[in-house]
């Protein structure tokens, strides 16, 4: 991508399912928005995960709502391939978040994958130590069991979740 003056502006797209964000997407969030001129946070329409918590609407919201102090991020959908999305968004790079080494080998194949689909580079961005365990299905499973999940979302999606649950029937 280039501005009106002609000059490179690398365009980063951060691909996810946010299903919720959590406070691991966040960090990767502002480190990609402190180092990329535009940032778009992609929420994939996933057809494998067919019941999700939120739908998309929601995290799309949500991620807004936790994003709105960076001038430089976007928020944006995509339903397919990713690659043609990257193509479609004329989007420089993919960023992804790196937890444990682990994450690294499925990465590694799906950014080999993207890259001879589209030509365009992944590049990975290590969250937050603190961060290491810290996964939207996981969270899923803690909330829905009753233990506090405050230290792990942010407080916009901790709201969302909460009145999610009072909306659940019990059962
Ligand atoms: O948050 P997630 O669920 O780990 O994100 C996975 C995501 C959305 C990055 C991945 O599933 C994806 O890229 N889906 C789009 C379909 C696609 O392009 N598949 C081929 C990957 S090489």
Same mark, same amino acid.
Request: proline fraction near 14%.
């Given at each position: 991508m280039r501005d009106s003056a002609g000059v490179p502006q690398s365009h980063a797209i951060y691909p996810? &399912? @946010? !299903?919720? %964000?959590?406070n691991g997407h966040l960090d990767v969030i502002a480190r990609a928005a402190a180092i990329f001129p535009i940032v778009t946070v992609a929420v994939v329409v996933n %057809?494998?995960?067919?019941?999700? @918590? @939120?739908n998309l609407e929601e995290r799309e919201e949500m991620l807004r709502r936790c994003t709105s102090q960076y001038a430089n991020v976007r928020v944006d959908r995509f339903r397919g391939l990713l690659a043609d999305f990257v193509k479609r968004t004329d989007a420089d790079v993919i960023v992804k978040g790196l937890? #444990? #080494? &682990? !994450?690294f080998e499925n990465e590694m194949a799906f950014a080999h994958m993207n890259r001879s689909l589209s030509n365009v580079d992944t590049m990975f961005l290590m969250s !937050?130590? &603190?961060? &290491? @365990? #810290?996964?939207s299905s996981l969270i899923k499973e803690v909330f829905l069991q009753g233990g506090d999940i405050a230290k792990y979302v942010p407080d916009v999606v901790l709201e969302y979740m909460n009145q999610k649950s009072h909306a659940r029937p019990a059962s």
């Open positions: 996810g &399912s @946010f !299903d919720p %964000p959590t %057809p494998q995960k067919r019941s999700p @918590f @939120f937890r #444990v #080494v &682990s !994450d !937050d130590s &603190s961060y &290491s @365990f #810290v996964s």
